[in-house]
């Protein structure tokens, strides 16, 4: 059972559809278990049934027609109470119903297992003998794992569309659909939905249709001819490095890309309708799993080989449909997992809601989005992103709603949603060059988060004192390569110059994580307890060399730098770090004879261990900035990016508040700056017990800052204290965010606290993502 469930496993992770993934299912749990029959029933959103999707032994033409309601039959009933059901005698069940088209009259011993999918019965999965047996206990466990994998395949197809395809079939297309992620970034954006492929991913591309199989016809065959030049020139280049077994397999590879069976099969495929990207990878994936199931070892390793020049295939295609996408006025970005890298490819005025299937509200992508003002929605994990593309979506960032085919009601409250926006952030205009004081006269400090190009205008004239945190690795993500010494001085340039004569805080590179650059990729288990920001610096220091130089060299004329340096977790990372700083700033003041002023240098605090060495690490730098972004998840133990513990991570918990309270008061004992730079300085509910707690100044999305200033210049220090007093006593999240929402309800600014605050709308809208 083992290896056959090896086999399932393998194979359903190579199907592309969900009709694939289900009827490798059947077909191989019967045959491992030799029963009768086995079904899958897949429960459909839009009516509230169960709906049988794929069979092995029972009547094929009953597939999609088999509709059970929540509590209906055994498949109700094994829903129902979310565990498996195995029954000797099922036809004497008080539950059991009879389906005349199923044909499954004479089978008695009846095996049921709910497929659950992030606490959700998204399915189950039946067994049935003719003779009258109780499945042996081995046989239920190895159906329950099967069943545990098949979960988060099902959770995928819903993503990409097959499920709502297949469960609608036959009964037209559905009208409006509202889908629910997590909201990340404020405000309505209507427009048209652009899809952004994972790059060459033969398993990721969505099932698309053309009404032009001639063009996607040529498109294939210059690809397939791009691939074979490809190789035939890598080929030639290794030839003197090759043995000559070895370089015949260039030949192979290029035979294989004229093998007419191959050619054919993916055109077939696309004179049924397909597009090219779509026919190649069903085929190619198809191949893929043969030769994954050949006895022959050596045969089984070619599969990697198929899929190889699969990908390499694929990626032409991809860039031709690139290349020739026309891009809608009013754009929404629509992915499985966006990073800022996807900005690159469109132009960003024209972008007016981001939607992305994977990641949370704090992933980079969303500090991103609400970097720009554009209204976010992350962790859409049941939206059926692959038959979007073209098609109008509202996006709703500050409750995580997305709607598609919206009524003209609908529609039209969006839009009145939209202009309220408006007005409330023309108000808050007004506040713009208001001094920073409480309502007490206390001086407080905003400043700035930055990184793309885009949101520099938006972030001068947000009226920010500084640049808090200018993120270096963003620019580097927008590139195909490490951008040079020139070309970095260009870059940081351009923000010391338009922030002039303002301070601008740059932090060294903070790749890893989720910021993978496209050309330096970094595969790891854990990548955000892994190989990240100052631990790669200081790992290639031919890298880190080079970026501090170019911040040296940009800062010559105005003098207004200051270099940060993130994720110190030891003093020794941090004393590197600072020697070669020194070495650099010596280079170019003595030997190259540029007249710089020694810039300020801080370091990040947001590791744990950071918290515990605050006096240590002030000591050695001149400023300090907390991270609370990674602080939080680092503290909680809860990944930022994961969706499905979205509603672990919370920047009100007691402990966060308890290390935000310590961080202040060691570094209060040292003379040296303190600022905070994590999204929760950004949220004008959490920045009041900052204030409360002795912060005074905040680094944030520049769409944030008036809201912040709002609410800062209408509140006492004194009132803080007490509020902040009050919240670290209190044991849990949720009491710390209802407390400070009661409390600040009285004050002139309740009008912010429906307007802002992802993150404790998120709570609330968790229960419904898949
Ligand atoms: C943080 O971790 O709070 C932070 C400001 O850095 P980033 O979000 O870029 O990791
Ligand atoms: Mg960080």
Redesign the pocket.
């Known amino acids: 059972m083992l290896s056959s469930l090896r086999t399932i496993v393998q194979e359903v992770n190579s199907a592309r559809s969900l009709p694939e993934v289900l009827s490798i299912i059947v077909k191989e749990v019967r045959s491992a278990m030799s029963a009768g029959v086995c079904s899958v029933y897949l429960f459909d959103q839009s009516d509230h049934h169960y709906v049988l999707m794929a069979t092995e032994g029972l009547r094929k033409e009953s597939i999609g027609k088999v509709r059970l309601s929540m509590r209906q039959g055994l498949v109700g009933l094994v829903a129902a109470k979310e565990e498996p059901l195995n029954l000797e005698d099922a036809d004497q069940h008080p539950n059991f119903s009879y389906f005349e088209e199923t044909g499954e009259a004479p089978f008695h011993s009846f095996l049921g297992v709910p497929i659950i999918h992030h606490r959700k019965v998204v399915g189950v999965l039946v067994l049935q003998q003719e003779n009258r047996r109780r499945f042996a206990s081995e046989e239920e466990a190895f159906v329950v794992t099967v069943c545990a994998q098949l979960s988060g395949a099902i959770a995928h197809a819903e993503a990409t569309g097959a499920l709502r395809q297949l469960a609608s079939a036959g009964r037209g297309r559905s009208k409006e659909a509202v889908f629910v992620g997590i909201p990340s970034s404020p405000g309505v954006g209507i427009g048209e939905a652009v899809l952004v492929n994972k790059k060459a991913d033969l398993s990721a591309v969505p099932e698309r249709f053309t009404e032009h199989p001639d063009i996607e016809k040529i498109l294939f065959h210059q690809a397939v001819d791009a691939a074979k030049r490809d190789m035939h020139d890598l080929g030639a280049g290794l030839a003197d490095k090759l043995s000559a077994e070895e370089f015949a397999l260039f030949e192979v590879y290029i035979r294989l890309l004229d093998d007419k069976v191959l050619v054919d099969e993916v055109i077939d495929a696309i004179d049924q309708g397909q597009v090219a990207s779509s026919a190649w990878s069903d085929v190619i994936l198809r191949h893929v799993r043969t030769f994954h199931k050949m006895d022959d070892a050596y045969l089984r390793e070619r599969a990697a080989d198929v899929r190889d020049l699969g990908q390499r295939v694929l990626g032409y295609l991809q860039a031709r449909e690139r290349e020739q996408r026309v891009l809608p006025r009013r754009i929404v970005l629509v992915g499985e997992e966006l990073s800022a890298t996807a900005l690159a490819d469109i132009p960003v005025n024209r972008l007016v809601g981001i939607i992305s299937l994977k990641g949370s509200s704090n992933s ?1 992508m969303a ?1 991103v989005g609400r970097a720009l003002g554009i209204p976010t929605v992350m962790g859409a994990v049941t939206l059926p992103w692959g038959e979007l593309e073209g098609q109008e979506l509202i996006v709703d960032g500050s409750t995580g709603d997305i709607v598609s085919r919206a009524t003209r009601a609908v529609r039209r409250h969006y839009l009145q949603r939209q202009r309220e926006e408006k007005q409330f952030n023309k108000d808050l205009e007004k506040l713009r060059d208001l001094p920073c004081h409480t309502a007490d006269g206390v001086r407080f400090a905003l400043w700035v988060n930055t990184g793309l190009r885009q949101d520099t205008a938006q972030s001068i004239q947000s009226g920010a004192e500084a640049v808090g ?1 200018f ?1 270096t690795e963003i620019p580097f993500l927008m590139r195909s390569s490490f951008p040079t010494e020139d070309e970095q001085v260009e870059i940081y340039r351009e923000q010391l110059s338009g922030f002039y004569p303002r301070p601008v805080t740059m932090r060294s590179l ?1 790749i890893g994580g989720d910021k993978d650059l496209p050309y330096f990729p970094i595969e790891e288990e854990n990548p955000f307890l892994g190989w990240r920001g100052i631990r790669i610096s200081l790992d290639h220091p031919e890298i880190f060399l080079v970026q501090i130089r170019a911040m040296l060299r940009a800062s010559a004329e105005t003098n207004n730098l200051r270099i940060m340096l ?1 994720m110190i977790s030891n003093m020794h990372e941090l004393e590197r770090a600072l020697e070669l700083i020194d070495r650099v700033y010596l280079e170019l003041t003595v030997e190259e004879e540029f007249c710089i002023q020694r810039p300020l240098i801080g370091a ?1 605090i ?1 590791v744990p261990a950071a918290v515990y060495q605050v006096t240590e690490i002030a000591r050695r730098v001149d400023f300090l900035s907390v ?5 939080t998840q680092y503290l909680l133990a809860v990944d930022r990016n994961n969706p499905r513990v979205a509603d672990l991570y919370h920047t009100l918990h007691p402990s966060v508040l308890r290390a935000l309270k310590q961080i202040r008061d060691q570094a209060s004992g040292v003379d040296c700056q303190l600022s905070i ?3 929760m300085a950004g949220d004008p509910l959490s920045v009041v017990l900052l204030l409360g707690m002795g912060y005074e100044t905040f680094s944030m999305s520049a769409s944030s800052l008036l809201k912040v200033k709002s609410m800062l210049l209408n509140i006492s220090r004194k009132e803080a204290q007490l509020l902040a007093r009050k919240a670290l006593k209190m044991s849990s999240a949720s009491d710390i965010a209802d407390f400070l929402a009661q409390s600040l309800k009285q004050t002139s600014v309740s009008k912010l606290i429906s307007a802002v605050s992802p993150q404790r709308r998120q709570q609330k809208n968790l229960h419904l993502i898949g």
Not at 627 to 631: E, I, K, M, S, V
């Open positions: 980079h500090i945190l993120r903070d993130p990040m947001e991270g609370t972004n990674d602080l730079c994590g999204e």
